[in-house]
């Protein structure tokens, strides 16, 4: 696939979210994220199959993209399910931590117990569109939306400025930190509470998609199941 397929495939997951995501409620939330997680699929898989296609992916990530949390779904989301309205004329969860806060205090939850079904395993698309469970939905588009702002972005600055796959060892982060020490704070996620960008956020993306691996790996997984 080509550099222009690739735009050319992605827009027209992006189209769809764009359409989706203006609309009411659980169902379109779910959807668009689903969208959403296919076009970063393609995205990431391009990235690490074609390093020297940086500023290509760069251009497709231009701002302009939807963003999910702040959609008109998601908020009306939150109302229908919820009966929430937001603090001010409307929500801003990709910025705020203290909305978010909020949002999971409603029925008596926390952010902290909800947060950790990510690393127990979301429910499946299926699982979650046969019932409904409006914070298992809005934690996976908060998982989307990460990848969107930190690990993606992240990981074409730490090219483009010289870094190497190789460079991010656990046991080393020497040659990660030379490369950005100057750049990594411009990579942040409030509701995830990363204010910037680490060589651990690079590393799981590498172990998350390899491209010429054999199994499918888990967000795209989500997406399809």
């Given at each position: 696939?080509?550099?222009?397929?690739?735009?050319?495939?992605?827009?027209?997951?992006?189209?769809?979210?764009?359409?989706?995501?203006?609309?009411?409620?659980?169902?379109?939330?779910?959807?668009?994220?689903?969208?959403?997680?296919?076009?970063?699929?393609?995205?990431?898989?391009?990235?690490?199959?074609?390093?020297?296609e940086n500023e290509a992916i760069a251009e497709i990530l231009k701002p302009g993209r939807t963003r999910l949390l702040d959609s008109p779904a998601?908020?009306?989301?939150?109302?229908?399910?919820?009966?929430?309205?937001?603090?001010?004329?409307?929500?801003?969860?990709?910025?705020?931590?203290?909305?978010?806060?909020?949002?999971?205090?409603?029925?008596?939850?926390t952010y902290a117990k909800e947060n950790g079904r990510i690393l127990l395993g979301l429910p499946s698309t299926s699982t979650l569109a046969n019932?409904?469970?409006?914070?298992?939905?809005?934690?996976?588009?908060?998982?989307?939306?990460?990848?969107?702002?930190?690990?993606?972005?992240?990981?074409?600055?730490?090219?483009?400025?010289?870094?190497?796959?190789?460079?991010?060892?656990?046991?080393?982060?020497?040659?990660?930190?030379?490369?950005?020490?100057?750049?990594?704070?411009?990579?942040?996620?409030?509701?995830?509470?990363?204010?910037?960008?680490?060589?651990?956020?690079?590393?799981?993306?590498?172990?998350?998609?390899?491209?010429?691996?054999?199994?499918?790996?888990?967000?795209?997984?989500?997406?399809?199941?």
């Open positions: 696939m080509s550099a222009g397929d690739l735009q050319f495939r992605v827009q027209q997951y992006e189209d769809l979210v764009q359409t989706i995501s203006g609309s009411r409620g659980y169902g379109n939330v779910l959807l668009a994220d689903c969208l959403r997680r296919l076009s970063l699929t393609l995205l990431i898989e391009y990235a690490l199959a074609h390093p020297s998601v908020g009306t989301m939150l109302a229908e399910e919820l009966n929430l309205v937001p603090p001010r004329e409307a929500w801003h969860l990709s910025k705020s931590r203290e909305e978010i806060e909020q949002v999971f205090r409603a029925t008596g939850s019932r409904r469970d409006v914070y298992g939905v809005l934690l996976r588009v908060l998982e989307s939306d990460m990848l969107e702002c930190v690990h993606l972005p992240g990981l074409i600055e730490f090219r483009r400025l010289g870094g190497r796959l190789e460079d991010l060892d656990p046991n080393d982060i020497r040659p990660y930190w030379r490369v950005m020490e100057r750049d990594m704070r411009r990579f942040q996620f409030p509701p995830f509470g990363i204010n910037m960008l680490r060589p651990g956020h690079l590393g799981s993306l590498v172990q998350g998609f390899d491209p010429h691996g054999k199994k499918l790996n888990t967000f795209t997984r989500r997406a399809l199941e």
